[in-house]
């Protein structure tokens, strides 16, 4: 099983930006971390996941939510076995913690949740006015 642990979180002003990484663990001995597709979402309190992005692993290829596509990216470190949310122009209802999940099965629907087996445990990102 993969652990995932997300970084880079914090407190930041409106209009700034932030890189949110994700970082896997637990790997058996040898093999990289390699799933078919990454994907990050948030939930701010009292609400339901949000999907943001994903990223397939092998291709680079990245599919974003309307709601955020003009100031969030989502990118891979393929060798290092890292994802990453790219956060721009930060606004206060951007507040939420933040998580990345994987999965290796294919023909799924990545903007669903449930699609993903191996969560992180998330990173807060809060953004004042």
């Known amino acids: 099983q993969v652990s995932l642990l997300e970084s880079g979180g914090g407190l930041v002003q409106a209009g700034d930006s932030l890189k949110l990484s994700c970082a896997a663990s637990g790997r058996a001995s040898g093999r990289a971390f390699s799933p078919y597709a990454m994907g990050w979402f948030r939930q701010a309190p009292g609400k339901e996941h949000e999907f943001l992005g994903r990223i397939f692993w092998n291709s680079g290829n990245t599919a974003l939510a309307d709601s955020v596509k003009d100031r969030f990216s989502v990118s891979r470190d393929k060798r290092g076995g890292m994802g990453y949310l790219h956060l721009y122009a930060l606004k206060p209802e951007d507040t939420a913690i933040y998580r990345c999940?994987?999965?290796?099965?294919?023909?799924?629907?990545?903007?669903?949740?449930?699609?993903?087996?191996?969560w992180g445990q998330g990173t807060q990102v809060t953004v004042s006015s």
């Open positions: 999940a994987s999965t290796v099965h294919t023909s799924r629907n990545y903007y669903n949740p449930t699609s993903y087996d191996d």
